[in-house]
């Protein structure tokens, strides 16, 4: 098959790979549609020492089932696999496990090929209206669908219901429909970069501004960088609630003064559930979560280029999803 490979830093090669060979219990996925991720940026440029090449980046995907009783089944892939038997997996917080694995990190190859293995727990079937790369948006869709659910948990009933999304990827602006879905209507998203604000300026789900001096009850950080989170402290209200998804640098920014003064909450949110997973598909399957027509498609073989426009900053769309069965563009 072919597949995207990860060769070291800022090198990605379209090459002839083994072919995706599933163990027991595990399903044969025809990939469709498989989204470019943060985690796979920071892979590309050597930033993530979870992922040595040579390796199979990608997790974000949906695709159809080869083989077996359910040959042709359209799925999106939670792309989570954990032990299920732990302290964490046994309540219900899987995503906490200390044995669990997710593809494009090893020993698991990812996504970014013509077929993935997948077990089949972690498979949640896709009714024929909704697109595969909708579908491909469920794990993205997930990880701020739980950061919301959480923050959401964290804040007293008794203060507004307005939030703030630091960040207009896709983490960001699928935690603004996640706000939207439970309810909050009042949502900012505060995005920098200029293309990518204009692009989201047309969504009414949400306002995106440059920048803000209002502050919030709860306040997302969907970028992680130290510079994020000095805003995030500045711009919680007290009493407030940070839940911090972004991984972009591992220290610096945080107002541990003013937190603890004020009594900030601060949640770290790592990725989701399994209820959180089959929920958010539920919702996407609903339509609850908007058009989720914030995409561009480019082929699979086209990776490459994707990765230089996503690292210099011209893409507007909040999310590219690459098409495996897609000839190259000339």
Known sequence: MKAIVYQGVERLVYEDVPDASPDIGEELIRVEAVGICGSDMHAYLGHDARRPAPLILGHEAAGTIVGGP??????????????????????????????????SMPPREGAF?????????????????????????????????????????????????????????????????????????????????????????????????????D???????????SATRAAASRLVQPGGVIAHVGLGEDSGGLDIR???????????TYTYTAEDFRKTAQAIFDGRLGALDWVEERALPDAADAFRDLQSGVVAAPKIILAPWVQARQ
Request: proline share 6%; with cysteine.
């Open 70 to 103: 359910r040959d042709g089944v359209r799925v999106t892939i939670n792309p989570l696999v954990t032990c299920g038997v732990c302290p964490a997996c046994r309540t219900g917080r899987e995503n906490l496990c200390i044995d669990r694995q997710i593809i």
């Open 113 to 213: 090929a013509q077929y993935v293995a997948m077990p089949d727990a972690n498979l949640v079937e896709v009714p024929d209206h909704v697109t595969f790369q909708q579908a491909a948006l469920a794990e993205p869709l997930a990880v701020s669908w739980h950061a919301v659910r959480l923050g959401l948990e964290a804040l007293d009933p008794a203060m507004g219901r307005q939030a703030l999304v630091i960040g207009g990827g896709a983490i960001g602006v699928a935690a603004a429909l996640a706000l939207n879905a439970a309810g909050i209507e009042d949502v900012v998203i505060v995005e920098p970069n200029a293309p990518r604000r204009l692009y989201l300026q047309r969504f009414d789900a949400f306002k995106t501004v440059e920048t803000t001096a």
């Open 215 to 225: 502050t919030y009850p709860l306040v997302i950080d969907a970028v992680g960088y």
């Open 258 to 268: 003013r937190m603890t003064l004020q009594e900030i909450t601060f949640i770290g």
